[in-house]
């Protein structure tokens, strides 16, 4: 924590009115300065460059799917993961004043924003959707050129920011559209809430590595909530797994099954034990 | 197969020059007849539309990883794997007659190229990258504008195609770097070669029940190649598991295992069994 303030840096990627922006208020409330990162590599460079003492990370949409950059900058970087929240995602159309739906040609949001919204942008073959890097930049951007034509996919939070006009609400496919965040910072955090571990495993060559490495959790009773694979680089068809448990290291059992996946797996690396979160449908931002 | 021609038409994604095309013409040589495809979207609803008669689909890249949309889009389709190819991907720097690598401020090109350059993206800050559909598109519009402050990346065929210019070439991160692509197909065919099993699974809630499906296949020796997680639309945190085994359903050993899978899962569905590609990073294209 910075030490001439109490109030902690908490990165994220995105500019202000971000999803993300929102996911670190919900989390650890409105007394945190908030740290705009324009890139995933510098959110994650953030801590070590003095930047910040938290940085939040996407790591997984409920629609999209895993944050593939997310998941090889964890690897990348020496972070531990110390919480998480889970925020619902809801996509408006957002242009400048005096725009109607009627005059947008094209359609700028980042990459996932615009894959939740498929359908939309199917039934619309006229607009063009314009990959960019950044859901709440788009609607600055589009707000301070004023043109007509152009809107972008955001929160409605990234609306009331920076002055645009909603045109349209609620764009994506399927109305269960959530993203998972995790809490990064530099030293390990052991909450007595803690009740997810998230671990990276590389396994040896051979048949049944994968199953063997499973075996102390699946013995153990221990629930594994999500399973990742990402390629190993320079190793073609290679990859590092990235498992989720519903397990804390303060619990013998689960120290057992580490000791003895240790065995097994030629890596671990355990990045966090932490409080799992649990958001409804029905919540809405507060901010 | 196209009853008036007795060459088959392929789908792939892209334009001409782009790296599909390069693995249809390898997989399938030259006597077939090439359908670009816009999207990924329209790749894998072409043979349904009866624009083609099989569809060539990314699904990995030995760098950034398994394609999503491809994955999301076989669960989608009813097609049936009958084949695939891996072939080495270089990138080059392509740009308009007269441009040189000093004039050039922006560099369009699909996500996935981009990503595979991150290294000389991240050391050519004045350069902006540009997120495109297309790596061969991208230069077919750059060379079409004639915009010397544009350049593309994409493999060096697209340059021949387009009239391009060669600025710099291996651009990409690591020398190591494969994609992997499967051929789509309406029916099934069981090759004598095949030696590559390829499946989907859902599985019932609780604890330990990836250990389990995956349990048959260890006791049988099989090894498993891959096993990749997409999100179930509509149910956040739910997946379903994308499993490449070493294995023919020829084999009695392997028709057993997935008796017995079945038993285990809530939902099992076959993909395909086929031939497994090999591609050594000292072949080259002949095309």
């Not at 995933?40 to 070590?48: D, H, M, R, V, Y």
């Not at 889970?86 to 995602?89: H, N, S, T, V």
């Not at 009331?160 to 496919?173: A, I, M, T, W």
């Given at each position: 924590?910075?030490?001439?303030?109490?109030?902690?840096?908490?990165?994220?990627?995105?500019?202000?009115?971000?999803?993300?922006?929102?996911?670190?208020?919900?989390?650890?409330?409105?007394?945190?300065?908030?740290?705009?990162?324009?890139s995933?590599?510098?959110?994650?460079?953030?801590?070590?460059e003095?930047?910040?003492?938290?940085?939040?990370?996407?790591?997984?949409?409920?629609?999209?799917?895993?944050?593939?950059?997310?998941?090889?900058?964890?690897?990348?970087?020496?972070?531990?993961?110390v919480?998480?929240v889970?925020?619902?995602?809801s996509?408006s159309?957002?242009?400048?004043?005096?725009?109607?739906?009627?005059?947008?040609?094209?359609?700028?949001?980042?990459?996932?924003?615009?894959?939740?919204?498929?359908?939309?942008?199917?039934?619309?073959?006229?607009?063009?959707?314009?990959?960019?890097?950044?859901?709440?930049g788009?609607?600055?951007?589009?707000?301070?050129?004023?043109?007509?034509?152009?809107?972008?996919?955001?929160?409605?939070?990234?609306?009331?920011?920076?002055?645009?006009?909603?045109?349209?609400?609620?764009?994506?496919?399927?109305?269960?559209?959530?993203?998972?965040?995790?809490?990064?910072?530099?030293?390990?955090?052991?909450?007595?809430?803690?009740?997810k571990?998230?671990?990276?495993?590389?396994?040896?060559?051979?048949?049944?590595?994968?199953?063997?490495?499973?075996?102390?959790?699946?013995?153990?009773?221990?629930?594994?909530?999500?399973?990742?694979?990402?390629?190993?680089?320079?190793?073609?068809?290679?990859?590092?797994f990235?498992?989720?448990?519903?397990?804390?290291?303060?619990?013998?059992?689960?120290?057992?099954?580490?000791?003895?996946?240790?065995?097994?797996?030629?890596?671990?690396?355990?990045?966090?034990?932490?409080?799992?979160?649990?958001?409804?449908?029905?919540?809405?931002?507060?901010?």
């Open positions: 924590m910075n030490e001439t303030t109490n109030r902690p840096r908490v990165a994220f990627q995105g500019e202000r009115g971000a999803f993300s922006e929102e996911a670190a208020l919900r989390l650890l409330g409105d007394e945190i300065q908030l740290v705009p990162r324009p995933f590599e510098s959110l994650f460079a953030a801590i070590n003095g930047l910040a003492d938290y940085a939040l990370a996407p790591l997984e949409n409920s629609l999209a799917g895993s944050v593939q950059r997310s998941y090889d900058l964890l690897l990348e970087h020496s972070l531990h993961i919480g998480e889970i925020i619902p995602i996509h159309l957002i242009s400048c004043p005096g725009a109607t739906f009627e005059s947008i040609r094209t359609i700028e949001s980042h990459p996932v924003a615009l894959a939740h919204c498929l359908r939309f942008l199917g039934a619309h073959p006229q607009i063009r959707p314009l990959a960019t890097e950044d859901t709440a788009s609607v600055a951007q589009v707000v301070r050129r004023g043109d007509r034509t152009c809107a972008a996919i955001a929160g409605k939070r990234a609306a009331e920011v920076y002055g645009g006009v909603v045109l349209l609400e609620h764009l994506e496919d399927h109305e269960e559209n959530y993203t998972r965040f995790v809490l990064l910072t530099s030293s390990t955090v052991l909450s007595d809430e803690a009740n571990l998230s671990l990276i495993i590389k396994l040896p060559d051979g048949a049944g590595t994968l199953y063997h490495a499973l075996e102390p959790f699946a013995r153990h009773g221990l629930n594994l909530l999500k399973l990742e694979s990402r390629p190993i680089r320079g190793r073609p068809w290679e990859y590092y990235y498992l989720d448990l519903q397990a804390s290291t303060k619990d013998k059992k689960v120290e057992d099954a580490l000791a003895e996946l240790n065995e097994r797996a030629s890596e671990v690396r355990i990045l966090g034990c932490y409080p799992s979160a649990r958001v409804t449908q029905t919540e809405t931002s507060t901010h």
